[in-house]
């Protein structure tokens, strides 16, 4: 499979746990109420299930038009590639809406077809309009500079997404697993104790290491890895930011940022500026050993509560808590494993690169 349906796959099933979790006690509905407006309309609501799906109406559309439109006219072509990107969207939000009414926790929602509906044919016209145009166009020859032209780092950006889209959970420590300590619970070990401090750190070493090496091996020989991993790593910390000043409780706020995840990220940085000189190949097999053994040493020394008690973390009183921290920790915890997968597909598949120098 190419990457860019890899992609669209991916989206679809984000899209399927969003609307689907938590997958348990499915019964006959006593009665449809999918065709039956509802009294209430949030409008939180309306514009998240809008943003939704306009990705995935951006990706099905930029699909959709490389692979099967055959019109001649480039106006045809676009009403065309719309109108089927229109019809997906609605389709697959019928089909999600109408198994939301087996589901006790779930109302499946006329409001919500149309937003996500809505949100679909959004999407597909920002990829079909010029201003979009110009932003794919933007990005391939982005992609084109920095990146290898290879399958590969296609699925390789892939892991990267959704790296970036987990860090939006603020209650999620930074290269570590499970959730925050709650600082009024009186049974959190101190951070500075030795037997807490120096597991978290070399756990967070490991990730780190490994996470910068996985970078190297996407990018194009002779570009500047640490660079860009900088810059990766200020754009996960912004958003850690920005979105504990928004849902996290005030004590919280920063408890990400505790002294082992200072210690792990100095380290994790320091030591991959020594394995980057490596080969392409010997890269590769220090990324998976690094990247399994960090997600090992995360989950033997991470907290991990029950899924209320990581609830009681947050301030945010505009509903759709529960699929939110539920999808990012999923897929914060998938990471890992996936991505020792690819590294494992990638060092039996792939040749090394003209050049194997990647780290400047």
């Not at 439109?69 to 065309?80: K, P």
């Not at 005030?250 to 210690?263: E, F, K, L, N, Y």
Request: glycine share 6%; proline share 6%.
């Amino acid at each position: 499979m190419r990457a860019d349906g890899g992609a669209l796959f991916a989206y679809l099933l984000m899209l399927a746990y969003a609307t689907l979790n938590p997958f348990s006690g499915w019964r006959w509905p006593e009665a449809f109420t999918l065709f039956t407006w509802p009294r209430y309309v949030i409008a939180f609501d309306v514009l998240l299930n809008v943003a939704a799906y306009a990705p995935f109406g951006a990706m099905c559309a930029a699909l959709i038009r490389q692979r099967f439109a055959v019109a001649s006219s480039r106006i045809i072509q676009n009403v065309q590639v719309w109108g089927l990107t229109l019809a997906a969207g609605a389709v697959l939000s019928l089909g999600f809406e109408v198994l939301q009414a087996f589901l006790p926790g779930r109302v499946s929602s006329v409001v919500d077809l149309l937003a996500n509906t809505a949100g679909a044919a959004a999407g597909a016209a920002l990829v079909l309009a010029a201003p979009g145009k110009l932003i794919v166009r933007a990005w391939r020859n982005w992609r084109e500079q920095h990146f290898l032209p290879s399958n590969a780092t296609g699925w390789g950006l892939i892991l990267l997404a959704v790296w970036i889209f987990a860090q939006l959970n603020p209650a999620i420590p930074f290269f570590e697993a499970g959730h925050i300590a709650n600082p009024f619970d009186a049974a959190n070990a101190h951070p500075y104790d030795p037997l807490v401090l120096l597991p978290q750190a070399v756990g967070i070493t490991l990730n780190v290491c490994g996470f910068v090496l996985f970078v190297s091996l996407l990018m194009r020989p002779g570009r500047s890895v640490m660079l860009h991993v900088a810059l990766l790593l200020a754009v996960g910390l912004v958003i850690k930011v920005a979105m504990a000043s928004l849902m996290l409780k005030a004590p919280q706020m920063v408890d990400w940022m505790a002294p082992s995840r200072v210690i792990g990220l100095t380290s994790g940085l320091i030591l991959a500026a020594y394995f980057g000189r490596l080969s392409y190949r010997w890269r590769v097999f220090c990324a998976t050993l690094f990247v399994f053994a960090g997600g090992l040493m995360a989950k033997l020394t991470s907290i991990y509560g029950a899924f209320d008690q990581t609830l009681r973390l947050f301030n945010w009183p505009y509903g759709q808590l529960v699929n939110f921290a539920s999808l990012t920790r999923w897929m914060h915890e998938i990471w890992p494993l996936a991505t020792v997968i690819f590294l494992a597909w990638l060092f039996v598949t792939h040749q090394e690169p003209t050049n194997p120098s990647a780290t400047n």
